[in-house]
């Protein structure tokens, strides 16, 4: 190891040491939150999805942002369902009058989500 390596790792500095855990090893930033440095995704694939929703180190633990946006748009989809139901119980005259519309706009994200992604 040469003296500069020394010196890098000198630098660096760790708050802790790394934590292993089921899934992945965490290891403490300079801000005291652990960070993810490694998965095991050979368990996380054997385990399964749902075993390990709420284990710490998914996506679902990582930002409560997450979950409180799931909410939201649970609630959207559950208003728009009871407008739907309640509002407008005639289906045919939904298909006849909103369908078109919501066709074409399906139709023009389909075109613009290629390009978009051709982007990166």
Same mark, same amino acid.
């Given at each position: 190891?040469?003296?500069?390596?020394?010196?890098?790792?000198?630098?660096?500095? $760790? %708050?802790?040491?790394? $934590?292993?855990?089921?899934?992945?090893?965490?290891?403490?930033? %300079?801000?005291?939150k652990p960070k993810i440095i490694h998965y095991n995704f050979k368990k996380l694939i054997n385990i399964g999805p749902?075993?390990?929703?709420?284990?710490?180190?998914? %996506?679902?633990? @990582?930002?409560?942002?997450?979950?409180?946006?799931?909410?939201?748009?649970? %609630? @959207?989809?559950?208003?728009?369902a009871l407008m739907l139901t309640f509002l407008n119980p005639d289906i045919e005259d939904f298909a006849a009058n909103?369908?078109?519309?919501?066709?074409?706009?399906?139709?023009? @994200?389909? $075109?613009?989500?290629?390009?978009?992604?051709?982007?990166?």
């Amino acid at each position: 190891m040469s003296i500069k390596d020394e010196a890098d790792d000198a630098a660096i500095g $760790r %708050v802790a040491e790394p $934590r292993k855990g089921m899934l992945h090893t965490t290891l403490a930033g %300079v801000s005291g939150k652990p960070k993810i440095i490694h998965y095991n995704f050979k368990k996380l694939i054997n385990i399964g999805p749902f075993a390990t929703l709420l284990m710490t180190g998914t %996506v679902f633990n @990582l930002d409560r942002n997450l979950w409180i946006n799931m909410a939201k748009y649970m %609630v @959207l989809h559950a208003l728009a369902a009871l407008m739907l139901t309640f509002l407008n119980p005639d289906i045919e005259d939904f298909a006849a009058n909103s369908m078109p519309n919501i066709n074409r706009a399906t139709e023009n @994200l389909q $075109r613009f989500c290629p390009f978009l992604f051709g982007l990166f």
